[in-house]
T-cell receptor, first 116, second 113 residues
Framework: AQSVTQLDSHVSVSEGTPVLLRCNYS??????LFWYVQHPNKGLQLLLKYTSAATLVKGINGFEAEFKKSETSFHLTKPSAHMSDAAEYFC??????????????FGKGTKLSVKP | DTAVSQTPKYLVTQMGNDKSIKCEQN?????MYWYKQDSKKFLKIMFSYNNKELIINETVPNRFSPKSPDKAHLNLHINSLELGDSAVYFC????????????FGPGTRLTVT
């Protein structure tokens, strides 16, 4: 079965410092991986996606993620945090199995706090 | 224009009642979904619906039933509400089945008292 594990439930950074949100995946097949962001009391928005093209994926708002098959990781990074980045971030894998194909399997989320 | 909209945004009701949540997408997408987000922010797929084909997550109680009058709408009907149904419910859509790039609605916060 496919799954994702977000290694930190809460990450706190200062404004202007780098952001690293860690995610490991488990999949028997070449996975499709995503990062979604949820701002307080809002719906989810796609940040970026990996679908077996370039291993370094650039997303919106300056975020990027690198797919590392040898480490089964898909960590999300940003060089310089902004106050508006404070939100919940979800690492997601898309199911490749039968009737559930395309269904998203979510990690438990990482809450990013940004201090002034 | 809002791509995926849900109504109502908040829903407070008593145990045993029946309620519905409506979802509409104006993106021309073929597939729609319902997700449940619990109090710990964990998100889980409930249903996906594509071209009149319903895929049900086997863990969803049969008190929950999605209804799709047309491709742009997927409503969620819940019978005999229970305390444990309290959660935020998100509707989403994608261009086609199997597409992990999904567009989410703003959510409906359901509170069962």
């Amino acid at each position: 079965a496919q799954s994702v594990t977000q290694l930190d439930s809460h990450v706190s950074v200062s404004e202007g410092t780098p952001v690293l949100l860690r995610c490991n995946y488990s999949s028997s097949y070449s996975p499709s991986l995503f990062w979604y962001v949820q701002h307080p009391n809002k719906g989810l928005q796609l940040l970026l996606k990996y679908t077996s093209a370039a291993t370094l994926v650039k997303g919106i708002n300056g975020f990027e993620a690198e797919f590392k098959k040898s480490e089964t990781s898909f960590h999300l990074t940003k060089p310089s945090a902004h106050m508006s980045d404070a939100a919940e971030y979800f690492c997601v894998v898309s199911s490749n199995y039968g009737g559930s194909q395309g269904n998203l399997i979510f990690g438990k989320g990482t809450k990013l706090s940004v201090k002034p | 224009d809002t791509a995926v909209s849900q109504t109502p945004k908040y829903l407070v009701t008593q145990m045993g009642n029946d309620k519905s949540i409506k979802c509409e997408q104006n993106l021309g997408h073929d597939t729609m979904y319902w997700y449940k987000q619990d109090s710990k922010k964990f998100l889980k797929i409930m249903f996906s619906y594509n071209n009149k084909e319903l895929i049900i997550n086997e863990t969803v109680p049969n008190r929950f039933s999605p209804k799709s009058p047309d491709k742009a709408h997927l409503n969620l009907h819940i019978n005999s509400l229970e305390l444990g149904d309290s959660a935020v419910y998100f509707c989403a859509s994608s261009r086609r089945r199997g597409d992990g790039e999904q567009y989410f609605g703003p959510g409906t916060r359901l509170t069962v008292t």
